[in-house]
Nanobody
Framework: QLQLVESGGGLVQPGGSLRLSCALSGSTLDYYVIGWFRQAPGKEREGVSCISSGGGSNNYADSVNGRATISRDKAKNTVYLQIGSLKPGDTAVYYC????????????????????WGQGTQVTVSS
């Protein structure tokens, strides 16, 4: 059974940065698209970024494009999401998810594309 565990969240001042980690167990990154989603209180879960099963392609939401970098360490079976220039609007619970290989251009369209989810990590951007 595939499991995903997020870490790296916390309280950050506006303008700061964070690196979130998503560690997989039970299988390897080579079989899954990994997506990062976030959900703020009272809002729907939205896609932030994703990386292809081969690691060669990625996609970013407009809200973080230019501020975020998704990467992976195959040896550690871990995907990272680094976000800089953080704003209060980035405050949310961040989730990573794994899905079957898909067109990377559509990887942020729907949560239904992902069968496995982590428990989430809270990111709070506040002074």
């Amino acid at each position: 059974q595939l499991q995903l565990v997020e870490s790296g969240g916390g309280l950050v001042q506006p303008g700061g940065s964070l690196r979130l980690s998503c560690a997989l167990s039970g299988s390897t990154l080579d079989y899954y698209v990994i997506g990062w989603f976030r959900q703020a209180p009272g809002k729907e879960r939205e896609g932030v970024s994703c990386i292809s099963s081969g690691g060669g392609s990625n996609n970013y939401a407009d809200s973080v494009n230019g501020r975020a970098t998704i990467s992976r360490d195959k040896a550690k079976n871990t995907v990272y999401l680094q976000i800089g220039s953080l704003k209060p609007g980035d405050t949310a619970v961040y989730y990573c998810a794994a899905g079957a290989p898909m067109d990377i251009r559509r990887c942020l369209v729907s949560t239904h594309n992902y069968a496995y989810w982590g428990q989430g990590t809270q990111v709070t951007v506040s002074s």
